[in-house]
């Protein structure tokens, strides 16, 4: 059983174009975040929602848009891609282990755009 | 700005041996400190938490110290194996944020 999922695991686009990117998770947890991991590896958040609520929006350009139709899912919509785009981005979400909260991170979107 | 530092972006360990990594920080006061590791082409995996007030953690081969005035944390691998080999990372966490260190690549030799 995949505890959170991405889709798609490879995007391949042009710049200029707007994409999704989906995020689900059945582990019941109430948050939800989107990393983005640069080509240094740097594994930097992007937004958090808690129960489809905004919780941190760490300076993102407005072109990303992340939406959370509810607490499972958490899309990111990015409008207008540019080359800086082009990273891995993870979603995750929070629960407890190990003595308090840890992130469940998905598996990654690699991002590519041309 | 807070700032943290994992010490080196590779370290080579001869398998067997024990493989130790360091996390420093400045300008914060975590809540717990955090270990992650992170495989080629996936996602980062939750290994151990350590709070502000523990000196040490320690899950099978791991052990995981924190020491709150040096700003430092260390992540010990005992009998290391090829297996261990990865990428590792420190996470700080506390109100309500969490931030990552840009990780170590460990490979162990056999």
């Known amino acids: 059983d995949t505890a959170v999922s991405q889709t798609p695991k490879y995007l391949v686009t042009q710049m200029g174009n707007d994409k999704s990117i989906k995020c689900e998770q059945n582990l019941g947890h109430d948050t939800m975040y989107w990393y983005k991991q640069d080509s240094k590896k740097f594994l930097k958040i992007m937004f958090s929602y808690n129960n489809k609520e905004l919780i941190i929006n760490e300076t993102v350009p407005n072109r990303f848009s992340p939406k959370s139709p509810d607490k499972a899912h958490l899309n990111l919509h990015i409008n207008s891609l540019e080359l800086g785009d082009s990273a891995v981005y993870f979603c995750?979400?929070?629960?407890?282990?190990?003595?308090?909260?840890?992130?469940?991170f998905g598996p990654g979107t690699r991002l590519l755009v041309l | 700005s807070q700032k943290i530092e994992q010490n080196s972006e590779a370290l080579n360990i001869q398998e067997g041996k024990t493989a130790t990594l360091t996390c420093n920080y400045t300008n914060y006061s975590p809540a717990y400190l955090q270990w992650y590791r992170q495989d080629p082409g996936r996602g980062p995996v939750f290994l151990l938490l350590?709070?502000?007030?523990?000196k040490e953690k320690r899950k099978e081969r791991l052990k995981v110290t924190f020491d709150t005035t040096l700003k430092q944390s260390l992540f010990h691998i005992t009998a290391s194996q090829p297996a261990d080999s990865a990428t590792y990372l420190c996470?700080?966490?506390?109100?309500?944020?969490?931030?990552f260190g840009k990780g170590t690549r460990l490979h162990i030799l056999p």
């Open positions: 996470a700080l966490g506390g109100d309500d944020k969490i931030i």
């Open positions: 995750a979400s929070t629960g407890l282990a190990g003595g308090g909260e840890t992130q469940y």
């Open positions: 350590i709070r502000e007030n523990e």
